[in-house]
């Protein structure tokens, strides 16, 4: 079990206040994604619910008990930090067992456990080796086997990848996800990388300054972003946001509109433009168009196919029912 | 460093440092092997002769000698106990935010920049003097007879203030190890339900383990040689209850003016310190692999 509830939790360092008070609910078996750009205090809140810091006000609890003045150990939580913190001293297999060990649990209990664990993420031949005799992805996945072994209530991940080369990263992305699969215990794992969140998450927690900006599915915040900054950080390319007279048009001070969600043609459409840099990924093609007589660039995106060049004018039509609309704050207007 | 030329240059250019270094070193071993092999005492100018290895078996039949040698290693052994397990004690202390930690931080560095003769004078006429030192001034406040210190326990007292002076030293080199630890990993080991203690003894003692042999390695060297404290506090004595080789080894040749005793002792010395050295390298030298 692994409900986890933040009831007015609010952090303080000194007179900055970092989280303002904030309501969350996780629900059991859930993976949860915390996410937003750096220093919207997402790795805050994650120590706060490990108890690594402490709450300032309000209250935590886990499964229906109060966990804001337990120390860590004692919130049946286990976390796999950034730096993968291992203990560079010890071998794999002490590494793995040292939660257990601290709990006092018989021998061969850990042994079986240490097993399972290093059979499920391919450690079993790096047992009685030392962390620094490992790969990234291996002391990612000792670090896991750590976190594993104890069965918490939920884990807590924190920014996990980020010291992963880019194809260590899809695959680790992976392992997480099929992990969770497996286990279907709570997973809160934090990120600034919306494509990890939209990849993983069952709910994404999408954060600025503190304040939580939109709690959804992946594909609500993406139809349906609650205000701008949620519709320009959820999505890749991000969404074109155009504020002015073609925004009047439409009944609003900003619009939105996914490059996905543009159509391109040589011969005629709403807004005429030269492409800038033409990005070819293969399966797409993203084109940065500019001198459409609006403020900004344009960012769309097309098949891989579409035989436009750097230099060429298109002409671009949004699709009408797609087009996302925002007031004077920011706020989506339904 | 790549190439044979540049290999060959660079030999070239180290080449007066060491042969002058060399020089510097094997001249007066040399010269000290050469005296112990002679009769030679300055009293009695002219009548150096060879004896062989007479100085040596005098050296080693004086009674003095196996009882400077046990004061040699109890003086070294227990200055490291001290300053290792205290330095490590004060290394965490002083890693704790408290306020005037700048402060603190200088007053704990002090007592290493106060010169051996100097500290060594200090502890015997404030501190361990029976009749006007701090110490007697406690015990008769609290009704005891004062303790004389250099006369009751002369090896104790010299452990203790040479350790008063090294103990910044082992503190300082243990506070940046320390700090070197990474936080994420204490803080994974009390998510795992390590207690405080625990957290010591299986997370920041093993990564001290280098930091400490640097200590113990550095230390040993200057602790087998002390000499100021003991001639400045009591001379060796009572007795030669405080007599260790360094100190036998002067009293012999400038005491006794024997130059080629002395000169044996010497030898004695260097051999006891590659000794001390070979063990303890063998002990904790593969702490110091990476």
């Known amino acids: 079990m692994g409900r986890i509830t933040l009831d007015k939790v609010t952090k303080k360092f000194g007179d900055v206040e970092v989280i303002p008070p904030l309501d969350l609910t996780i629900e059991d078996g859930e993976f949860v994604v915390f996410v937003g750009p750096s220093g919207c205090g997402k790795s805050t809140l994650l120590r706060l619910i490990a108890g690594l810091e402490d709450v300032t006000d309000g209250e935590i609890r886990i499964d229906g008990q109060p966990a804001t003045d337990l120390p860590p150990a004692k919130r049946g939580l286990a976390m796999v930090f950034q730096s993968y913190a291992l203990y560079p001293h010890m071998s794999v297999r002490k590494n793995i067992a040292f939660p257990m060990k601290m709990a006092g649990m018989p021998e061969d209990e850990q042994k079986r456990r240490i097993d399972n664990a290093a059979r499920a993420l391919n450690l079993t031949d790096y047992l009685d080796r030392r962390p620094g005799q490992l790969s990234g992805g291996q002391r990612q996945r000792v670090a896991i086997g750590r976190a594993i072994v104890r069965e918490p209530a939920a884990f807590l991940f924190d920014e996990p990848l980020s010291n992963l080369d880019a194809a260590l990263r899809v695959g680790m992305r992976l392992e997480i996800s099929e992990l969770h699969k497996r286990l279907d215990t709570t997973m809160i794992y934090v990120t600034h990388d919306q494509v990890e969140a939209m990849t993983m998450a069952d709910k994404i927690v999408v954060l600025r300054a503190g304040n939580i900006e939109q709690v959804g599915s992946p594909l609500e915040l993406y139809r349906n972003p609650r205000n701008t900054f949620v519709a320009g950080f959820i999505g890749s390319p991000k969404m074109n946001l155009i504020e002015g007279a073609e925004a009047r048009k439409h009944g609003a001070e900003t619009i939105g509109v996914r490059p996905e969600h543009i159509d391109v043609s040589a011969s005629e459409g709403t807004w005429k433009g030269r492409i800038g840099v033409a990005e070819h990924l293969g399966s797409d093609t993203f084109f940065h168009v500019h001198d459409t007589g609006l403020a900004e660039t344009l960012t769309i995106r097309a098949s891989g196919e579409v035989g436009l060049r750097h230099g060429d004018t298109v002409f671009l039509t949004p699709q009408a029912d797609k087009i996302h609309r925002f007031d004077a704050q920011g706020l989506r207007i339904a | ?290």
């Open chain 2, 1 to 290: 460093m790549a190439t044979q030329h540049s290999r060959s240059a660079a030999r070239i250019m180290i080449s007066p440092a060491v042969v002058l270094l060399l020089a510097w070193m094997i001249v007066p071993l040399v010269l000290t092997v050469y005296f112990s092999l002679l009769r030679y005492n300055l009293l009695m100018p002219g009548t150096e002769r060879f004896v062989g290895f007479l100085n040596y078996k005098l050296f080693y039949q004086n009674p003095a000698f196996w009882t400077a040698m046990l004061n040699t290693l109890l003086l070294v052994g227990g200055v490291l106990i001290v300053t290792v397990v205290g330095g490590v004690l004060l290394a965490i202390l002083l890693d704790q935010p408290m306020w005037g930690q700048g402060i603190v931080r200088i007053l704990v560095i002090a007592p290493f920049f106060v010169m051996p003769t100097v500290s060594a004078l200090v502890w015997k006429n404030m501190f361990m003097n029976p009749v006007s030192g701090l110490f007697a001034e406690f015990s008769k406040a609290v009704g005891l007879q004062p303790f004389d210190f250099l006369t009751h326990a002369p090896l104790a007292s010299i452990i203790g203030i040479v350790s008063w002076q090294w103990l910044p030293f082992a503190t300082l080199i243990l506070l940046t190890a320390i700090q070197s630890l990474d936080s994420e990993q204490m803080e994974a080991a009390e998510m795992d339900g390590a207690s405080p203690l625990s957290r010591f003894w299986y997370i920041t003692l093993p990564h001290l383990s280098r930091a400490i042999t640097v200590v113990i390695l550095i230390q040993t060297i200057f602790l087998l040689s002390v000499f100021a404290e003991i001639l400045v506090t009591t001379n060796g004595g009572p007795g030669n209850a405080s007599t260790n080789l360094t100190y036998l080894v002067y009293a012999r040749s400038l005491l006794n003016f024997d130059v080629g005793g002395g000169s044996a002792g010497g030898v004695v010395a260097i051999i006891l310190a590659n000794i001390v050295a070979i063990f303890l390298m063998r002990m904790i030298g593969k702490n110091l692999d990476a």
